[in-house]
């Protein structure tokens, strides 16, 4: 997450004007949504490791020659038998499916999954930062709307006088 020159710089919210404040808003829930979308995309990879990893527990002699469903599409089964409980085919991404056995395949789930909490964990302290951001420039352009409504209530109720 790489963060461009331009938007390491501070800047005092106060001297800016109230279109430049509404377009450093627009960007700050941009990047909060993107931010959080990632997370939320991540999270979801990361839940079906974890399911994955817990469905391998499954994987003993006492189930083996059991009956079960086969998925051939997500809503499309057909009747199966689990004949061999030591090893499994393992989709490492791209395509490509690796044989491993039961050991260490859930070794394998579970790298898998402390990698996505690292990700998860580098990704939050960003997102918490861009949140604050963006209140720090709702509440700056509260009160220079408010300046702006003081001063015109000022002026209209002099020019009443």
Known sequence: LGLSPVSKMAVNLAELTLPQLEGL????????????????????????????????????????????LVPLTSSMYVPGTLND???????????YYVEKNVDNTKEFFKRK?????????????????????????????????????SVQAAQSSTTKA
């Not at 990879?45 to 083996?64: I, P, R, S």
């Not at 930062?129 to 709307?145: D, L, P, R, T």
């Open 25 to 68: 808003k627009g960007q700050l829930e941009q990047e909060v949504e993107f931010l959080t979308s990632s997370i939320g995309q991540l999270k979801v990879v990361q839940t079906k490791y974890v399911e994955a990893k817990e469905c391998l527990n499954m994987l003993n002699k006492n189930n083996e020659g059991k009956e079960l």
């Open 113 to 149: 999954i402390e990698f996505l909490t690292k990700q998860i964990e580098k990704i939050q302290p960003a997102l918490q930062e861009k949140h604050s951001m963006k209140q720090a420039v709702i509440e700056v352009m509260n009160m220079k709307i408010q300046q702006i409504q």
């Open 85 to 95: 409980v030591e090893r499994v085919l393992v989709d490492v991404g791209t395509g």
